[in-house]
């Protein structure tokens, strides 16, 4: 079983940044495939970032150039660096682990993942 939990969510202004995080529990997070979602009210949940075990990363074409995804193995933590943010970014932000993951796979379907966090609340005001 993997916990993971999010934080570092809160209330910007358009154009500020945070810097969110997620704990994750277990002894082979090195392996985990780890991805970011976002879920708008009323809107499914959508894919914003993944990173694979060896460090490669992918974006959807909304946040990048703007989000960073990054991890600590050391820290069992991965990161999601958000910049000039957007009214349009606010949602829950989730974590997501994928065990037994390909070394250098990134995963951006919600279905792929075998753990979701409790997620956080980023609210980007005009």
């Known amino acids: 079983q993997v916990q993971l939990a999010e934080s570092g969510g809160g209330l910007v202004q358009a154009g500020g940044s945070l810097r969110l995080s997620c704990a994750a529990s277990?002894?082979?997070?090195?392996?985990?495939?780890m991805g970011w979602f976002r879920q708008a009210p009323g809107q499914e949940r959508e894919f914003a970032a993944a990173?694979?075990?060896?460090?490669?990363?992918y974006y959807a074409d909304s946040v990048k150039g703007r989000f960073t995804i990054s991890r600590d193995n050391a820290k069992n933590t991965v990161y999601l660096q958000v910049n000039s943010l957007k009214p349009d970014d606010t949602a829950v932000y989730y974590c997501?682990?994928?065990?037994?993951?390909?070394?250098?796979?990134?995963?951006?379907?919600?279905?792929?993942?075998?753990?979701w966090g409790q997620g956080t609340q980023v609210t980007v005001s005009s």
């Open positions: 990173i694979s075990s060896s460090g490669a990363t």
């Open positions: 277990g002894r082979a997070f090195t392996s985990y495939g």
């Open positions: 997501a682990a994928k065990i037994s993951a390909g070394y250098n796979r990134v995963y951006y379907y919600a279905y792929e993942y075998d753990y």
